[in-house]
């Protein structure tokens, strides 16, 4: 898409509370959107990096986000790309193209050497995209512990 940039969120405004009122509900129907407050704590977190594309033929409306997170482990700094969803009326024009790879400049950028993802099987153009751009599926478990358990 010609007309939309890929930006970090430095602030919570109330069109970026919007946005996510409206993109989350398309990422996941089992977590609510995030409040001004948990917005903040992600802007303002020296760990992670809101990026958000922004149309600008759409009166600078945000189309879609991806969080990049970042830490320095023994072995090296990780980063891992969470939370990736672009607005329906948005997708197949390179948004989440544009979103991926502003996020894989800036894990440059930090240092780090590889960046991971996961991807539910069922997004499949999200998959193909993410092959595309040559991200490659790893030979390891996830697991997951619930803490509310």
Known sequence: MPNV??????????????????????????????TAAELGLIVDSPASVLLVAVDHEADG???GSLTLAWFRI??????????????????????????????LDRARQFGAVTVDLTSRP?????????????FVARDTNVYRFSLDS
């Open 61 to 63: 409306r945000i189309v």
């Open 122 to 134: 069922s997004r499949e153009a999200a998959n193909r995209l993410y092959q595309r751009l040559g």
């Open 74 to 103: 023994p072995t090296g700094v990780r980063a891992w790309i969470e939370d990736v969803v672009v607005d329906e009326s948005a997708r197949g024009a390179g948004v989440g193209e544009a979103l991926n790879r502003a996020a």
């Open 5 to 34: 940039e890929v930006l970090e969120a430095t602030e919570v405004t109330p069109e970026l509370v919007e946005a996510f009122e409206r993109l989350i509900p398309q990422l996941s129907r089992s977590n609510p959107p995030p």
